[in-house]
């Protein structure tokens, strides 16, 4: 079983930074892609960006392409999502989200979601 812990929501204000990290139990990260997702209250769950194995594709949604960063490093099971310049409309739980079709390693695999609230 792939568990998924999530770090590093909070409060901030407008403007303000945050980094998420998404830290996977066992040493297979190189197995999978990562998603991260937002949900905020009575909306639909929001694919924000998304790393590929080997970081060759990086995709972000165009509500945060320019602020979000989001990295991998395999041999320390660590994504991080790198969230700048803050708006409200970014406050969200924050959800990481590991995905895989190699044959061993099949599964789709969530974390417990993490609160981000942007607000002054």
């Known amino acids: 079983q792939v568990q998924l812990v999530e770090s590093g929501g909070g409060l901030v204000q407008p403007g303000g930074s945050l980094r998420l990290s998404c830290a996977v139990t066992?040493?297979?990260?190189?197995?999978?892609?990562i998603n991260w997702y937002r949900q905020a209250p009575g909306k639909q769950r929001e694919l924000v960006a998304n790393?590929?194995?080997?970081?060759?594709?990086?995709h972000y949604a165009d509500s945060v392409k320019g602020r979000f960063t989001t990295s991998r490093d395999n041999a320390k099971n660590t994504v991080i999502l790198q969230m700048n310049n803050l708006k409200p409309e970014d406050t969200a739980v924050y959800y990481c989200?590991?995905?895989?079709?190699?044959?061993?390693?099949?599964?789709?695999?969530w974390g417990q979601g993490t609160q981000v609230t942007v607000a002054s």
């Open positions: 989200n590991a995905r895989s079709n190699i044959i061993g390693f099949k599964g789709d695999y």
């Open positions: 066992r040493s297979i990260l190189t197995f999978y892609d």
């Open positions: 790393v590929s194995i080997a970081s060759t594709n990086i």
